[in-house]
């Protein structure tokens, strides 16, 4: 079965601090793998996206993210994250042309 | 600006009562889809829509009913069969039925009186 896996529901971190938001998949073909963050009350936008070629790729805002096929994963990381990082998290898993499923979301929380 | 405009911001439905969700782009995308979410389930899909007068079912589509009879235009009806229908509703366009980058509106709150 199709499916996308987020472990954490909620993570706080510090300012200034790194982060690292994990997203787990399953997939039966090559995926296609994105992030995408919410804001209260807000649509979502896209952070970054892996369609191939190199399995690290840079994001808006400082985000990047790595594809590692061994371990079916495409978590998110920033170096230091600031206040204005505190959202909601999506990761999403899709064919070229097949519609995308969803992670359940991680929600940010930044400490001063 | 170009992008999607949903429509009311907050909506809410007596029993009984179909509603209709408002969903338009100005983007000239040809792909637009309805995504409901829900707090700790992520988003799930409606329905979508490729072209002009064709949509297909999603996820959840029962209890809902959609038109494409403009490319800008994507509505979405909650019908009095849909039995929970509180929700936050998010309508996405992108230029085909590629992964290639959903854009969002800005949502609709759906709550039942």
């Known amino acids: 079965a199709q499916s996308v896996t987020q472990p954490d529901i909620h993570i706080t971190v510090s300012e200034g601090a790194s982060l690292e938001l994990r997203c787990n998949y399953s997939?039966?073909?090559?995926?296609?793998l994105f992030w995408y963050v919410q804001s209260p009350g807000q649509g979502l936008q896209l952070l970054l996206k892996y369609f191939s070629g190199d399995t690290l790729v840079q994001g808006i805002k400082g985000f990047e993210a790595e594809f590692k096929r061994s371990q079916s994963s495409f978590n998110l990381r920033k170096p230091s994250v600031h206040w204005s990082d505190a959202a909601e998290y999506f990761c999403?898993?899709?064919?070229?042309?097949?519609?995308?499923?969803f992670g359940t979301g991680t929600l940010l929380a930044v400490q001063p | 600006d170009g992008g999607i405009t949903q429509s009311p911001k907050y909506l809410f439905r007596k029993e009984g009562q179909n509603v209709t969700l408002s969903c338009e782009q100005n983007l000239n995308h040809d792909a637009m889809y309805w995504y409901r979410q829900d707090p700790g389930q992520g988003l799930r899909l409606i329905y979508y829509?490729?072209?002009?007068?064709?949509?297909q079912k999603g996820d959840i589509a029962e209890g809902y009913s959609v038109s494409r009879e403009k490319k800008e235009s994507f509505p979405l009806t909650v019908t009095s069969a849909q039995k929970n229908p509180t929700a936050f509703y998010l309508c996405?366009?992108?230029?085909?039925?590629?992964?290639?980058?959903?854009?969002f509106g800005s949502g609709t709150q759906l709550s039942v009186l």
């Open positions: 829509s490729q072209i002009v007068n064709d949509f």
């Open positions: 997939y039966g073909a090559t995926p296609y």
């Open positions: 999403a898993v899709g064919g070229a042309t097949n519609k995308l499923i």
């Open positions: 996405a366009s992108s230029i085909e039925t590629t992964n290639e980058k959903l854009f």
